[in-house]
């Protein structure tokens, strides 16, 4: 089974504290400098129903737009960020963040490489109105996350939606908590 197939079917997952320590200190996740905790992830999402995606693809088969796609599905109001203009799956898409209504911008989900997270940065702090930058699953840069972080913007980075929705809000969450050392 494939990565995406994995996640769009994987059961949510509560991950013990002691699994996470030892994913960090093997290099399988990048979240310690990350300044919103685990347990503020559920009210981040519930909190946000409307949020932008930076750069939002016009291909079907790309997690920047199969993720898109599954939290509209979920219940929250998305618009994009692509530097062609697309209506692919019926997204509002904009051409950059400043033409984007504020109310979309106060959640910004970020789709570019790790190397061009400091210029997706620069833009939010430039137009303003953001309040959580949310880097994807593979995505981190901790120079960039320190100066939006600096701004007062809450940053969450290397994590997927789909994953983190499954976790908080699916009916099927699997709890992992009772696992003992």
């Not at 995406?4 to 200190?25: E, R």
């Not at 840069?141 to 929705?165: D, Q």
Request: glycine share 6%; proline share 6%; hydrophobic share 35%.
């Amino acid at each position: 089974m494939g990565f995406v197939a994995y996640v769009l079917n994987a059961p949510a997952l509560s991950v013990p504290a002691q699994v996470t320590t030892h994913l960090q200190m093997h290099g399988f996740c990048n979240n310690t400098d990350m300044n919103v905790y685990d347990a503020d992830i559920k009210d981040l999402l519930k909190h946000y129903q409307y949020f932008t995606v930076y750069g939002l693809s016009p291909q079907t088969e790309k997690p920047s737009f199969y993720v898109p796609e599954y939290m509209r599905d979920h219940g929250w109001d998305i618009v994009g960020t692509y530097p062609k203009q697309h209506a692919a799956g019926g997204f509002k898409v904009y051409p950059s963040l400043k033409d984007v209504p504020p109310e979309y911008r106060r959640f910004v989900d970020v789709f570019r490489s790790s190397e061009r997270v400091s210029e997706v940065v620069d833009e939010v702090l430039a137009v303003g109105g953001v309040e959580v930058l949310w880097l994807q699953l593979g995505i981190s840069n901790p120079e960039a996350e320190a100066r939006a972080e600096k701004a007062g913007i809450k940053v969450v980075s290397n994590r997927c939606l789909i994953i983190e929705h499954r976790k908080y809000f699916s009916e099927n969450t699997s709890n992992l908590s009772n696992l003992s050392d």
